[in-house]
């Protein structure tokens, strides 16, 4: 099939690879210049296991383009995928300008296209935006009738950072939200070789069920952690009463986000737990919960932040500055927040992060890295060695393997903090977990 993919950031790359990559003709629309010129050159615009590799074969194999022309790429293709960002507002509503930018080129594109175009938003948006905002600015510009001369469908994506193209090739379940029979047959064909069920409903439910798994994996982080750090209170070892929790697969589901830690961070959780609470706070719907799961969130920065500076120590190394090991991404990382409150009390601060060194140097987020954070980004080391060695507290901040040995090893004179859970037992002298 022919397909264009609005956005190339996290999600709308790794669908250009992995479409290309199945034979589909893929047309990668951005923006930024320099996304569509690496993605020309086979490069990646992110940092993502395996999805290099992916981009130059759709590249070598004639499948995979990349352009800034709207026109272009919706006369080219028969259905397009928006996959642009839609990022919080200060009162935890989202910011759907990019939304409403994309639909309107791409309605005024179809303007002058005679054969029958689908709109896909793969954009996580709550209930009602599609319905809302999407269709009409498609047939304001457009001229035309949504469901009868262009579809229109919702198909929301589970991908997570470092994993997402594992979770492409085998995911839970596809979930289409189809405004006309039309669209969601379309759609379904497209998914017809994954081996997961495919999943037709309203467009309302489908944007719902997206909100529902994404604040359900924070409630789970949350949870574990609050537990965890009631847990270690009272002498016991969070981690041990989690992993029998999780062995009732029957009643308490997966095991992935039920793991005493850090807190949760990156582009989908936060904003998602913000909007969600937004909306139910306008429907005057109490939902003590979910509005608790921000704070908690902060507090568990708080909790690292604090066994830090019970040390006494000033010389802090920083491992890991993306919220998860596997991934360049920053955005609402906690461990950029927790740098931030070691920076602004005086603590001599050093941080290593290999993917984020890429970032800042090659990649996609060079940018936010330059514009947003440079006070943070200016502490980046790329000796690891050196990081370590001239700490007096190391903080093991995200699951990279390499710094696994610093909590299982004794180090002369130097404090470990573990926020991951490399610890084998919840006591070893020089290593403190975090809510363990």
Known sequence: MRISIFGLGYVGAVCAGCLSARGHDVVGVDISATK??????????IVEPGLEALLQQGLNSGHLRGTTD???AIRDTEVSFICVGT?????????LDYIEGVCREIGFAM???PE???VVVRSTVL???VKNVVIPILE???GKKAGVDFGVAVNPEFLRESTAIQDYDFPPMTVIGELDSASGDLLESIYGELDAPVIRKDIDVAEMIKYTCNVWHAAKVTFANEIGNIAKAVGVDGR???DVICQDHKLNLSKYYMKPGFAFGGSCLPKDVRALSYRAGSLDVEAPLIGSLMRSNVVQVQNAFDIISSYNKRKVALLGLSFKSGTDDLRESPLVELAEMLIGKGFELSIYDSNVEYARVYGANKDYIESKIPHVSSLLNSDFDAVVDNAEVIVLGNGDVRFAPLAQQALDGKHVVDLVGFMPTASRAGCEGICW
Not at 36 to 45: Q, V
Not at 87 to 95: A, I, M, R, T, V
């Open 36 to 45: 569509i010129d690496l993605i020309n050159n086979g490069k990646s615009p």
């Open 70 to 72: 709207v026109a272009d």
């Open 87 to 95: 990022p919080s507002k200060k009162n935890g509503d989202l910011e």
């Open 111 to 113: 303007r002058n296209k």
């Open 116 to 118: 029958r175009h689908t």
């Open 127 to 129: 209930p009602g935006t």
């Open 140 to 142: 304001d510009c457009s």
């Open 240 to 242: 041990e009463v989690m």
